[in-house]
């Protein structure tokens, strides 16, 4: 083994130990990949100031609620269309939120109109 594969394969102790670092929760007794909520694999990233995600996510639930209720799980059922009324709300004010900013810049790009033409 020459010189240079040793200089390659060297890490500092600090990368050593942070190699296997991971963000998720960790994971004892050979558990699965939960997070202490239950949800698999839901990041937010922003997700609730998107409001195509938004959209997607109210309809998501809507239908998780529709499904228990075919199951006759009214607890459940109940619990999904909560979650369903708390995305509608939320899409509500994203968009009210849009048609602001909307006709704000309408606002300013008329008056920019207007001043250019005096």
Known sequence: MSL?????????????????RRSGPIITNNATSVTSNG????KRNGSTNNLHA????????????????SNGDP???QNYFQHADHYLRR????????????????NSN?????????
Not at 39 to 42: A, D, E, G, L, M
Not at 110 to 118: C, D, F, G, L, P
């Open 110 to 118: 008329n008056k920019e109109r207007a001043s250019t033409s005096n």
């Open 91 to 106: 899409f509500n004010e994203l968009s009210q939120k849009r048609e602001v900013n909307e006709d704000q810049s309408q």
């Open 39 to 42: 949800n698999v694999n839901f």
């Open 54 to 69: 938004v959209e997607k996510a109210m309809q998501k639930f809507q239908q998780l609620a529709k499904d228990a209720q």
């Open 75 to 77: 607890v459940l059922a």
């Open 4 to 20: 240079n594969n040793r200089r390659r394969n060297f890490r500092s102790r600090s990368q050593k130990n942070n190699f296997r």
